[in-house]
């Protein structure tokens, strides 16, 4: 399984980036979904995941109502909008899945990852 994560890039606060992550070898409908960010200096944090049973998506209280993850099944991609960034989402993003099964939000819950990128907002 492989994830291909892109869409990032140099921002100013209040300005607004789509991540994209194109999954190969195992469809997006069949795996939990998740972004994760990790700043310098940083542990890993969870963002924002999508079930794969269906259901509202979930987010971390720190973006909840600027970001929204999302999934086209058609194009095996899911997808993190965020909007109103604000220097502290400056990070590192990764996208991850998990075969499993319920609400997954550390990262030792996933089993695939993709290769990161990178998301600076500056002030």
């Known amino acids: 399984v492989q994830l291909q994560a892109s869409g990032g890039g140099l921002v100013q606060a209040g300005d607004s980036l789509r991540l994209s992550c194109a999954a190969s070898?195992?469809?997006?409908?069949?795996?939990?979904m998740g972004w994760f960010r990790q700043a310098p200096g940083k542990e890993r944090e969870f963002v924002a995941g999508?079930?794969?049973?269906?259901?509202?998506?979930y987010y971390a209280d720190s973006v909840m109502g600027r970001f929204t993850i999302s999934r086209d099944n058609a194009k095996n991609t899911v997808y993190l909008q965020m909007n109103n960034l604000k220097p502290g989402d400056t990070a590192v993003y990764y996208c991850?899945?998990?075969?499993?099964?319920?609400?997954?939000?550390?990262?030792?819950?996933?089993?695939?990852w993709g290769q990161g990128t990178q998301v600076t907002v500056s002030s």
């Open positions: 070898g195992r469809t997006v409908s069949s795996t939990n």
């Open positions: 999508i079930r794969r049973s269906g259901g509202d998506p």
């Open positions: 991850a899945g998990d075969r499993g099964l319920g609400t997954p939000v550390l990262p030792h819950h996933y089993d695939y």
